[in-house]
């Protein structure tokens, strides 16, 4: 049997959905739709990686707040060492059972908690009918295993976001008896620095967690094209009504809600104003009075956060019970190794002398962003000459260089920038010529740099940037001091 892969293979699968949706509307109990085999690879693959990777981050964020943690307790020991071995007791240990928690497999349907993400509850309510078999009777075996496997992927990741959120719930406890157990000893202990540490680490840990919530929420063109399909489908329809996280608390499966066609559908859910009518009806006994509950909800929610804050001026609640005030954590942190890279390009025209002609610097540079500031690289050149004026054109190779930069953000955009340089700065005409090390020279670079943000799709931003060579003295024949260069970030 040949295997069609690709745009080709949706097509198919998706013209047969078309021309069937007319036929189940008499019959909607049975519709024999070509399965989509490459929808359920990508959403096996999609789901494995974002679990594999939430376990990961999580561990690593549950051993760095253990370790602060223990570090505290240290300092603390010194001051008081009967008070500090009653209050962390078992504290290393609480750390290791989270661990070895986070790591055991479910593959029990659960509910992801926290807020409404409508692209994985459209996900999963995909899933969940392509894995009755009565939709699919054609299907064939491996086909069937592939829809086990992906509902059963779909599942643990669901059940390692529940996990971590109990494990968010006992670091936001933590935090608070932390900050409590160090204000009882007053400046005098000198711990703060370790309970900062341990508050960095709890919010770059829930920061990871929004992240990877984001990311299982970003459909990607394959999901988008099967539910704009599907939604024209009334199976499916009644289906996502009858079995999506939406419908359970807006009873979508009655009569009086339904989901439309049309543009709206593509997200698998219903439009805003039915949204708004859905909720009108899910809201049972408070019926016209709904608006009414909520203003009331909104108003007392108001008072808590005014007796919260009365009570942190009093002093009843000490400053370690909140998070830190001027800390907006490391966007960088939450991002793979992958993921902070940046690539570039830079140019650089040098005016010609006596020893070199007219030329221009091409280079490309790769980044990587330490933190959201300060980033460091390296990158290649390459040096092209133009001749000595308008009327002697001749284009030459004049050299190639490597380089390694260090970026260090002063305010907004400006940034100080040093770096190092190997150049070969004589003409050549085939690579094997650059390698006598002898005629390389050295370059070492200060300077300043301004990034301006671009509205291109090719560039990010473009980076200006005036440096000294403060080694172009030692060279010979000496080059030029001051450099001027231009650079793009895709």
């Given at each position: 049997?040949?295997?069609i892969?690709?745009?080709?293979?949706?097509?198919?699968?998706?013209?047969?959905m078309l021309?069937?949706?007319?036929?189940?509307?008499k019959?909607?109990?049975?519709?024999?739709?070509?399965?989509?085999?490459e929808?359920?690879?990508n959403a096996?693959?999609?789901?494995?990686?974002?679990?594999?990777?939430?376990?990961?981050?999580t561990?690593?964020?549950?051993?760095?707040?253990?370790?602060?943690e223990?570090?505290?307790?240290?300092?603390?020991?010194?001051?008081?060492?009967?008070?500090?071995?009653?209050f962390?007791?078992?504290?290393?240990?609480?750390?290791?059972?989270?661990?070895?928690?986070?790591k055991?497999?479910?593959?029990?349907?659960?509910?992801?908690?926290?807020?409404?993400?409508?692209?994985?509850d459209?996900l999963?309510?995909?899933?969940?009918f392509?894995?009755?078999?009565?939709?699919?009777?054609?299907i064939?075996?491996?086909?069937k295993?592939?829809?086990a496997?992906?509902?059963?992927?779909?599942?643990?990741l669901?059940?390692?976001f529940?996990?971590?959120?109990?494990?968010?719930?006992?670091?936001?406890?933590?935090?608070?008896?932390?900050?409590?157990?160090?204000?009882?000893?007053?400046?005098?202990?000198?711990?703060?620095?370790y309970?900062?540490?341990y508050?960095?680490?709890a919010?770059?840990?829930?920061d990871?967690?929004?992240?990877?919530?984001?990311?299982?929420?970003?459909p990607?063109?394959?999901?988008?094209?099967?539910?704009?399909?599907?939604?024209?489908?009334?199976?499916?329809?009644?289906?996502?009504?009858?079995?999506?996280?939406?419908?359970?608390?807006?009873?979508?499966?009655?009569e009086?809600?339904?989901i439309?066609?049309g543009t709206?559908?593509?997200l698998g859910?219903?439009p805003?104003?039915?949204?708004?009518?859905?909720?009108?009806?899910?809201?049972?006994?408070?019926g016209?009075?709904?608006n009414?509950?909520?203003?009331?909800?909104?108003?007392?929610g108001?008072?808590?956060?005014?007796?919260?804050?009365?009570?942190?001026?009093?002093?009843?609640?000490?400053?370690g019970?909140?998070?830190?005030?001027?800390?907006?954590?490391?966007?960088q942190?939450?991002?793979s190794?992958?993921?902070r890279?940046?690539y570039g390009?830079?140019?650089q025209?040098?005016?010609?002398s006596?020893?070199?002609p007219?030329?221009?610097?091409?280079?490309l540079?790769?980044?990587?962003?330490?933190d959201?500031?300060?980033?460091?690289?390296?990158?290649?050149?390459?040096?092209?000459g133009?001749?000595?004026?308008?009327?002697?054109?001749?284009?030459?190779s004049?050299?190639?260089?490597?380089?390694?930069?260090?970026?260090?953000?002063?305010?907004?955009?400006?940034?100080a920038?040093?770096?190092?340089?190997?150049?070969?700065?004589?003409?050549?005409t085939?690579?094997?010529?650059?390698?006598?090390?002898?005629?390389?020279q050295?370059?070492?670079?200060?300077?300043?740099?301004?990034?301006?943000?671009?509205?291109?799709?090719?560039?990010?931003k473009?980076?200006?940037?005036?440096?000294w060579?403060?080694?172009?003295?030692?060279?010979?024949?000496?080059?030029?001091?001051?450099?001027?260069?231009?650079?793009?970030?895709?």
């Amino acid at each position: 049997m040949v295997r069609i892969k690709g745009g080709l293979l949706m097509v198919m699968i998706f013209t047969c959905m078309l021309s069937t949706a007319d036929a189940q509307e008499k019959d909607s109990s049975v519709h024999p739709i070509v399965f989509p085999v490459e929808f359920l690879d990508n959403a096996i693959a999609k789901t494995s990686h974002l679990d594999q990777g939430l376990t990961k981050k999580t561990e690593k964020y549950l051993r760095a707040m253990s370790k602060a943690e223990k570090k505290l307790a240290q300092r603390l020991a010194k001051t008081d060492s009967t008070a500090a071995r009653a209050f962390f007791a078992g504290a290393q240990e609480n750390y290791s059972r989270l661990i070895q928690k986070l790591k055991v497999m479910d593959t029990k349907s659960s509910t992801l908690s926290g807020e409404y993400l409508p692209y994985a509850d459209s996900l999963k309510t995909m899933l969940s009918f392509f894995n009755q078999s009565g939709n699919f009777p054609t299907i064939g075996r491996a086909t069937k295993e592939k829809v086990a496997t992906a509902v059963k992927g779909f599942n643990q990741l669901q059940s390692r976001f529940e996990m971590t959120s109990r494990i968010s719930e006992f670091v936001k406890e933590r935090k608070c008896q932390l900050g409590s157990a160090l204000s009882k000893y007053g400046k005098a202990v000198q711990a703060k620095k370790y309970l900062d540490q341990y508050y960095k680490q709890a919010r770059y840990f829930s920061d990871q967690i929004t992240v990877y919530k984001q990311m299982l929420n970003d459909p990607d063109k394959l999901q988008k094209r099967a539910l704009l399909v599907l939604n024209k489908i009334p199976v499916f329809q009644q289906f996502m009504k009858s079995n999506s996280v939406l419908s359970s608390f807006m009873n979508l499966g009655t009569e009086n809600a339904s989901i439309s066609g049309g543009t709206d559908g593509i997200l698998g859910l219903i439009p805003r104003d039915q949204v708004a009518s859905a909720f009108q009806l899910g809201s049972g006994t408070m019926g016209a009075n709904v608006n009414g509950l909520i203003q009331q909800q909104v108003q007392g929610g108001q008072s808590q956060l005014q007796q919260l804050r009365d009570r942190l001026r009093s002093g009843e609640i000490s400053n370690g019970e909140m998070d830190l005030p001027n800390f907006k954590g490391a966007d960088q942190s939450t991002k793979s190794f992958w993921k902070r890279l940046e690539y570039g390009s830079s140019m650089q025209t040098v005016h010609g002398s006596y020893y070199y002609p007219n030329s221009t610097a091409f280079g490309l540079t790769l980044a990587y962003k330490v933190d959201s500031k300060n980033s460091i690289g390296i990158g290649v050149d390459y040096k092209a000459g133009w001749g000595k004026d308008i009327k002697h054109v001749n284009v030459t190779s004049e050299g190639v260089g490597f380089r390694g930069f260090l970026d260090i953000q002063l305010k907004t955009s400006f940034f100080a920038t040093g770096g190092f340089e190997y150049n070969y700065q004589e003409p050549f005409t085939s690579l094997g010529i650059v390698r006598d090390i002898d005629n390389w020279q050295q370059s070492g670079l200060i300077g300043i740099s301004k990034t301006v943000s671009l509205k291109s799709n090719l560039f990010k931003k473009s980076k200006l940037q005036l440096l000294w060579d403060f080694l172009s003295y030692r060279q010979v024949p000496r080059t030029q001091a001051l450099k001027f260069r231009v650079g793009y970030s895709f």
